[in-house]
């Protein structure tokens, strides 16, 4: 039975997990930081983590990114994409008037995690502007919290999965700001995914450039050019070495197993500059 680590059951990472592994044998071990997921499978004593990396409205979780690069050494072997459904959390019977409506002044506290809160902005300004709006470790936390603070005029921002375990109600459906919200998710482990095949494959490399090499960038992004090998993403991030140093985590849209690919990097080193293989990858695509 294949190990998998991930934060704590409800949260959108679990129901994310539930669709990559539907329908193969697996055992989830939840941990609320996320430092003790990368570490679970790091210590060998799960085979994979599962870790958000990338939001359409918050765009690049860096703190994430930084640990796949400075602090543990696991291989990306899949990657997939799963809509971030926020659902407003809490007891019908506290917050819910006579003519059966939702009463937003009944709240005073809204609780999440500040990436989902950050997807609520508009409708928390519209709607909980006088509340106070407190960030927790993750969305299933907020639910928690608030189910064991009852009378308190507190709601959580969640998902169904996370009112339904902890049994509470689901308020107010789909409050993110934009409807197109999704996450992105890497599957990390030393042991290779063959569970599910794909037609579409992604390869993770991070670049240092030199730094005696005025315009190596552009010759960077030339090798891939003139290749016509398309780039999904590209981001710079600092070395942690001394201020103005950085390194370029890109994704590339085609298997290391190719021709191109291969030949490209080699032509990067050949200036000076360093690659890391963070990964070579299928890629699902979400289907409801």
Known sequence: ?????????GS??????????????VSMSYYKPIADVFLSTADERTDYSVIPIE???EGSVSLHLDWIIHEVDLPIRAEWV??????LIGRRTELVGERGELEYDRIV???????????????????????????????????RLVKE???????????QAGAELHGLDVLQLGVTDHNNNFTRFLLLGQRPFVERTSDTYKTSIQITLPEDYPG???????????????????????TKKKLGSYYFYI?????????????????????????RILGSYPSFTYNP
């Open 1 to 9: 039975m294949i190990k998998v680590a991930l934060l704590p059951e």
């Open 12 to 25: 959108t990472s679990d129901e994310a997990a539930r669709h990559l592994f539907a329908g193969i044998p």
């Open 55 to 57: 939001n359409t409205i």
């Open 82 to 87: 799963y809509p971030s459904i926020q659902t």
């Open 109 to 143: 506290k809204v609780l999440s995690h500040p990436v989902a809160m950050a997807q609520c902005t508009q409708f928390l300004r519209a709607n909980l502007a006088h509340a106070q709006w407190e960030h927790v470790s993750s969305t299933v936390e907020a639910v």
């Open 149 to 159: 603070n009852p009378g308190s005029g507190w709601a959580a921002i969640g998902t």
């Open 216 to 238: 190596a960038l552009h010759q960077v992004l030339s090798a891939f050019a003139w290749r016509r090998i398309n780039l999904s993403r590209i981001e710079s991030r600092p």
């Open 251 to 275: 994704d590339i849209e085609m298997s290391l197993d190719t021709v191109l690919l291969p030949a490209a990097i080699s032509e990067i080193e050949a200036i000076g500059c360093q690659v």
